[in-house]
């Protein structure tokens, strides 16, 4: 099961997320990532991005709890949805490669699911729908998009709301 965590920074901690990098790291070499990396907002850290795929809500539950900054109190809060693969590849696999800076674009709705098959699939870094825990509910739209118009990656009006992130690829290199 595929899921997407956003753990979003509290005000002032960025000296704490520095200490634990390593250990943040090591944390995620424990897991089959399909794509991960630092949110920031006009330059500034606002948090981290992972898609993970995990045998289980509960797992999911644990990998975004258990993580070591989110312990030591540096995130104010945590976004966590199923999420489905629709590209079906890694962010490692994106043809256009890690250089560069992209987006982390989360639309929110109910209802009729909007724009399962994606658009613009050369930006697309990583592409799928949220989901309630069992899969069945769409709850909305996320994706990583390498884009001069990252929120064009979603059908305008569609939503009840939409979020844009610059996002970095993440993790080791």
Same mark, same amino acid.
Request: glycine share 14%; with cysteine.
């Given at each position: 099961?595929?899921?997407?965590?956003?753990?979003?920074?509290?005000?002032?901690?960025?000296?704490?997320?520095?200490?634990?990098?390593?250990? @943040?790291?090591?944390?995620?070499? +424990?897991?089959?990532?399909? !794509?991960?990396? =630092?949110?920031?907002?006009?330059?500034?850290?606002?948090?981290?991005?992972?898609?993970?795929?995990?045998?289980?809500? %509960? !797992?999911?539950?644990?990998?975004?709890?258990?993580? =070591?900054?989110?312990?030591?109190?540096?995130?104010?809060?945590?976004?966590?949805?199923?999420?489905?693969?629709?590209?079906? +590849?890694?962010?490692?696999?994106? =043809? #256009? #490669?890690?250089?560069? #800076?992209? @987006?982390?674009?989360?639309?929110?709705?109910?209802? *009729? =699911? %909007?724009?399962?098959?994606?658009?613009?699939?050369?930006?697309?870094? %990583?592409?799928?729908?949220?989901?309630?825990?069992?899969?069945?509910?769409?709850?909305?739209?996320?994706?990583?998009?390498?884009?001069?118009?990252?929120?064009?990656?979603?059908?305008?009006?569609?939503?009840?709301?939409? *979020?844009?992130?610059?996002?970095?690829?993440?993790?080791?290199?």
């Amino acid at each position: 099961m595929e899921f997407l965590c956003h753990h979003r920074d509290r005000p002032g901690s960025m000296p704490l997320r520095q200490r634990l990098l390593e250990e @943040h790291w090591s944390y995620m070499d +424990r897991f089959e990532l399909i !794509a991960r990396g =630092p949110t920031f907002s006009g330059g500034v850290l606002t948090g981290s991005v992972h898609v993970v795929d995990v045998p289980s809500a %509960a !797992a999911a539950r644990a990998f975004a709890f258990d993580e =070591p900054c989110y312990q030591a109190g540096a995130y104010r809060d945590v976004l966590l949805r199923r999420w489905r693969n629709v590209l079906g +590849r890694t962010m490692w696999d994106f =043809p #256009g #490669g890690r250089e560069g #800076g992209g @987006h982390l674009v989360l639309g929110f709705g109910e209802g *009729e =699911p %909007a724009d399962l098959v994606p658009r613009r699939v050369d930006e697309l870094v %990583a592409y799928g729908p949220l989901l309630s825990d069992d899969g069945v509910a769409w709850l909305g739209t996320a994706a990583l998009v390498r884009s001069d118009d990252p929120g064009g990656v979603l059908t305008a009006g569609r939503y009840d709301a939409v *979020e844009v992130y610059e996002w970095e690829f993440g993790g080791r290199r």
